[in-house]
């Protein structure tokens, strides 16, 4: 079974920093790449970046490019999502993932999701 647990959304000002973390449990066959995703109100769900299984590539969005790192330990049992120089427009529930390949993900193909947490960022 496939297990994703998130933490660390919350309240944040224009142009400040928040850190997510997503703890991954698994046994057989759980070498899966991780990602995230996140949604506004009455908006569709959207790729937001995704990690290889061996943590060595990493995708994002053109929204987020710059101001955003997507990283997981070396254990390869938690993700984190560092969002620096953040903007109202980021506003949304952000969702951890997993799929087969980093590519697979940015195209929706999920084989899990986490519960989704909060970030909300004032201007």
């Known amino acids: 079974q496939i297990q994703l647990v998130e933490s660390g959304g919350g309240l944040v000002q224009a142009g400040g920093s928040l850190r997510l973390s997503c703890a991954f449990s698994?046994?057989?066959?759980?070498?899966?790449?991780m990602g995230w995703f996140r949604q506004a109100p009455g908006k569709e769900r959207e790729f937001v970046a995704a990690?290889?299984?061996?943590?060595?590539?990493?995708y994002y969005a053109d929204s987020v490019k710059g101001r955003f790192t997507i990283s997981r330990d070396s254990a390869k049992t938690t993700v984190y999502l560092q969002m620096n120089s953040l903007k109202p427009e980021d506003t949304a529930v952000y969702y951890c993932?997993?799929?087969?390949?980093?590519?697979?993900?940015?195209?929706?193909?999920?084989?899990?999701w986490g519960q989704g947490t909060q970030v909300t960022v004032s201007s």
């Open positions: 993932a997993v799929g087969q390949t980093s590519a697979a993900i940015a195209d929706k193909r999920i084989n899990a």
């Open positions: 698994g046994r057989a066959f759980s070498r899966y790449s």
């Open positions: 990690i290889s299984w061996g943590g060595v590539n990493a």
